[in-house]
């Protein structure tokens, strides 16, 4: 990496991508409004307005999208002031089809309508929800007429027969704009998709099938990527239930404290009204006291002056009750006569005391039989500062209730849209500066932690990663990167080492068997034949697939490193039995077969030692039962089948093959012809051998016979 490198923040590269990002937004805006603008002009009961969501979402990725689908009910709004609350169904719709796309969905056509019908299905679920919380049933939207249809024809309910409006419209509208989408993409070269995909990658960019491997890999606990994704949700989640909430809360004290200036304010103009020194008059004569009714008339021009005064009465208050001096009637409630005493509220008994006394009174909020109420009590003082009644007003709460409704509706579903677009972008971001640089770390750390090393080529992958997030991330990887070039020369120097003592020992084994062979008079070269002819059965036998779970890679040099040693036994029997011309007697041949424990017994005394060696192993197997037989005739053990060792088997195949082709063996008779040695590896085949190493030895006649090219007689 070169010095300096990703110290500039305002590359060429980012203003490309931020340009390029301007452009998806601004064409799928566009398409969003103009085809909106269509609908509306043809009359028709569709909507299109994320024609230009989903094309971006389908060539650009789920994040231009997401800012199309905000950015769209965000200007709509100059003019639509309704737009803005349903904007998060835009969003939604922008992360669904971007998310699905990229899994290839919009590429088969069954696939792309099973994206207009999840998008018919969310989209209608949550318009439905917002349109009944914000306008109540079929009061606006292009489903309201539908809505009212199905709900005077069928008796649903109101709600349900709204959903099913919306679902049907929107299976329409959604359907029709994933098969224009569907299409579009068809005719778009792959190549331009590939440059319209908008993407974070701040390293070199990882192919697909790597991608899905890094993101498959899993941890013992939660994963990065679960973290980060609760901690946005619960952070995002926190902050915007609690901005939603106080601003509720805001709202409806706010609103209640307007209502209790409204209340109070018409209290102080009735109070203005009363003439105290002749509220007993009031009381005992009422209408028939001159300017009774006008009074009263003033006071119901002072109810009627706004939607949301319910009741002005004045009472004068008292131990037995409520007085009447003044009451309106409305439809439900007939106004009760001057004189006529009320029994106190349930609510107001508390308060006698302080009213009885003409004490100044809070406003009160009672929900009871006259409705939800916010009460305010003026007291009406005469010359002497004696409180002669009180002027009370009711407003009304219900319509604050609904209204309160509303407002937590609309704030919800802005701080939903706003809530989808900060979570979506967010997890972006993450996934490009955080995740996939982390796990591909992980990933370039197993390939560096592999048992057998890391090759050249790996090592290069590591190192053109080229993370460059400029933060503590680029720092690990360039530390990482100069771990695993460090690590490579190290793994290559020890690998060299390995080899040169790998080299050395087999050198060793073979001077070594060399040496043993030499006591015998006539078994010039039988070593080097019989490795070879090891190697190529095994070779065969693994082309046949003839016991894959034994004969691996490790099997095949642990046998082939071990097999120089078969006779190594013999350097513990006399030259005179080695080298007797002729037949052995009974006495000699016992002595000669006993070089199978002795070679057994020599590799077991090294293997104390060395106890975890493969290749020592299978030594101590081939030197102690090459001359078993597979029918169990032979020797030391008269082991049969499959309890004589692999390794052992296939030794006895290559030396009883090359006993026959040369002048080796007890009875020292001449070689036999290639054809005639090899018709007795056949015949011996399920007796002496295992047939399946027999037939594998047979199925490489050619090798074989090149081997022994030199022995032909």
């Known amino acids: 990496m070169e010095k300096g490198r990703g110290k500039d923040p305002v590359s060429k590269s980012k203003i490309l991508r931020i340009a390029g990002l301007i452009v998806l937004c601004s064409v799928g805006v566009f398409l969003n409004l103009g085809a909106g603008w269509f609908a509306g002009r043809a009359g028709r009961p569709l909507y299109l307005d994320t024609l230009g969501t989903v094309l971006i979402a389908a060539v650009g990725g789920y994040i231009p999208a997401v800012f199309v689908g905000f950015f769209t009910n965000l200007i709509k709004s100059i003019y639509d002031t309704t737009a803005v609350y349903f904007g998060c169904i835009n969003v939604l719709i922008a992360i669904l089809v971007g998310y699905l796309s990229k899994q290839g969905w919009m590429k088969k056509w069954y696939k792309a309508f099973t994206i207009g019908l999840l998008m018919a299905v969310s989209s209608g679920i949550l318009g439905s929800i917002l349109s009944y919380c914000l306008y109540g049933f079929a009061a606006d939207g292009v489903s309201a007429d539908l809505a009212l249809r199905i709900y005077e024809s069928t008796g649903m309910p109101q709600y349900p027969a709204q959903l099913l409006a919306n679902l049907a419209l929107e299976f329409c509208d959604k359907v029709l704009t994933v098969t224009v989408v569907f299409f579009l993409c068809l005719g778009i070269p792959e190549s331009i998709k590939e440059s319209t995909m908008f993407d974070g990658w701040q390293q070199t960019p990882l192919s697909k099938k790597t991608l899905n491997r890094i993101r498959k890999m899993s941890s013992k606990g939660m994963g990065i990527r679960s973290k980060i994704s609760l901690i946005l949700i619960l952070s995002l989640l926190s902050v915007s239930l609690g901005a939603t909430v106080i601003s509720y809360y805001l709202y409806r004290q706010n609103t209640i404290e307007e209502h209790k200036h409204l209340a109070g304010g018409v209290a102080d103009l009735a109070v203005g009204l009363i003439d105290p020194e002749k509220v007993n008059e009031y009381i005992i004569n009422g209408r028939q006291v001159p300017g009774y009714e006008e009074i009263e008339q003033r006071l119901y021009q002072l109810r009627d002056s706004s939607d949301e005064i319910e009741f002005i009465y004045v009472y004068r208050i008292e131990l037995d009750g409520c007085h009447v001096v003044f009451d309106l009637g409305t439809d439900d409630y007939p106004a009760a006569k001057p004189g006529e005493v009320l029994s106190i509220e349930e609510a107001f008994v508390p308060l006698l005391g302080d009213m009885i006394l003409g004490e100044q009174?809070?406003?009160?909020?009672?929900?009871?039989?006259?409705?939800?109420?916010?009460?305010?009590?003026?007291?009406?003082?005469?010359?002497?500062?004696?409180?002669?009644?009180?002027?009370?007003?009711?407003?009304?709460?219900?319509?604050?209730?609904?209204?309160?409704?509303?407002?937590?509706?609309?704030?919800?579903?802005?701080?939903?849209?706003?809530?989808?677009?900060?979570?979506?972008?967010?997890?972006?971001?993450?996934?490009?500066?955080?995740?996939?640089?982390?796990?591909?770390?992980?990933?370039?750390?197993?390939?560096?932690?592999?048992?057998?090393?890391?090759?050249?080529?790996?090592?290069?992958?590591?190192?053109?990663?080229?993370?460059?997030?400029?933060?503590?991330?680029?720092?690990?990887?360039?530390?990482?990167?100069?771990?695993?070039?460090?690590?490579?020369?190290?793994?290559?120097?020890?690998?060299?080492?390995?080899?040169?003592?790998?080299?050395?020992?087999?050198?060793?084994?073979?001077?070594?068997?060399?040496?043993?062979?030499?006591?015998?008079?006539?078994?010039?070269?039988?070593?080097?034949?019989?490795?070879?002819?090891?190697?190529?059965?095994?070779?065969?036998?693994?082309?046949?697939?003839?016991?894959?779970?034994?004969?691996?890679?490790?099997?095949?040099?642990?046998?082939?490193?071990?097999?120089?040693?078969?006779?190594?036994?013999?350097?513990?029997?006399?030259?005179?039995?080695?080298?007797?011309?002729?037949?052995?007697?009974?006495?000699?041949?016992?002595?000669?077969?006993?070089?199978?424990?002795?070679?057994?017994?020599?590799?077991?005394?090294?293997?104390?030692?060395?106890?975890?060696?493969?290749?020592?192993?299978?030594?101590?197997?081939?030197?102690?039962?090459?001359?078993?037989?597979?029918?169990?005739?032979?020797?030391?053990?008269?082991?049969?089948?499959?309890?004589?060792?692999?390794?052992?088997?296939?030794?006895?195949?290559?030396?009883?093959?090359?006993?026959?082709?040369?002048?080796?063996?007890?009875?020292?008779?001449?070689?036999?012809?290639?054809?005639?040695?090899?018709?007795?590896?056949?015949?011996?085949?399920?007796?002496?051998?295992?047939?399946?190493?027999?037939?594998?030895?047979?199925?490489?006649?050619?090798?074989?016979?090149?081997?022994?090219?030199?022995?032909?007689?």
Request: charged residues 25%; glycine residues 6%.
């Open 361 to 713: 009174i809070d406003p009160q909020v009672t929900n009871d039989q006259y409705g939800f109420l916010l009460t305010v009590y003026k007291p009406v003082y005469n010359k002497a500062g004696n409180c002669t009644c009180y002027v009370g007003v009711d407003v009304s709460m219900t319509k604050l209730a609904h209204n309160s409704y509303i407002f937590f509706a609309k704030l919800l579903s802005i701080f939903l849209s706003f809530f989808l677009l900060t979570m979506s972008f967010c997890l972006w971001l993450a996934e490009y500066n955080i995740l996939i640089p982390v796990n591909t770390m992980t990933y370039a750390a197993g390939i560096m932690s592999k048992e057998e090393g890391m090759s050249s080529d790996e090592a290069d992958e590591v190192k053109n990663l080229d993370i460059r997030t400029g933060d503590e991330i680029e720092l690990l990887y360039r530390a990482l990167a100069k771990s695993s070039e460090k690590s490579l020369k190290q793994f290559d120097t020890l690998s060299q080492r390995f080899s040169h003592v790998l080299l050395s020992r087999r050198k060793l084994i073979f001077l070594f068997a060399d040496m043993i062979e030499s006591r015998e008079s006539d078994t010039g070269g039988h070593v080097d034949r019989l490795v070879k002819s090891v190697k190529v059965i095994l070779r065969s036998m693994r082309e046949l697939g003839y016991y894959q779970d034994i004969v691996t890679d490790q099997f095949v040099e642990d046998v082939i490193s071990a097999v120089p040693l078969h006779d190594i036994g013999k350097v513990n029997v006399s030259e005179i039995v080695l080298n007797k011309p002729g037949k052995l007697t009974d006495e000699e041949f016992a002595i000669m077969k006993m070089h199978t424990r002795y070679g057994s017994e020599i590799i077991d005394g090294i293997l104390q030692d060395v106890p975890d060696s493969g290749m020592l192993q299978e030594a101590k197997n081939i030197a102690a039962y090459h001359h078993e037989r597979w029918d169990g005739k032979g020797y030391p053990e008269g082991l049969k089948g499959e309890d004589i060792p692999l390794s052992a088997r296939v030794a006895a195949v290559a030396d009883l093959f090359d006993e026959l082709m040369t002048k080796r063996g007890p009875d020292r008779k001449k070689p036999l012809s290639f054809e005639d040695a090899m018709d007795v590896m056949n015949d011996e085949s399920g007796t002496g051998f295992d047939p399946l190493v027999a037939e594998a030895f047979i199925m490489a006649e050619d090798e074989i016979r090149k081997i022994y090219a030199d022995k032909a007689p």
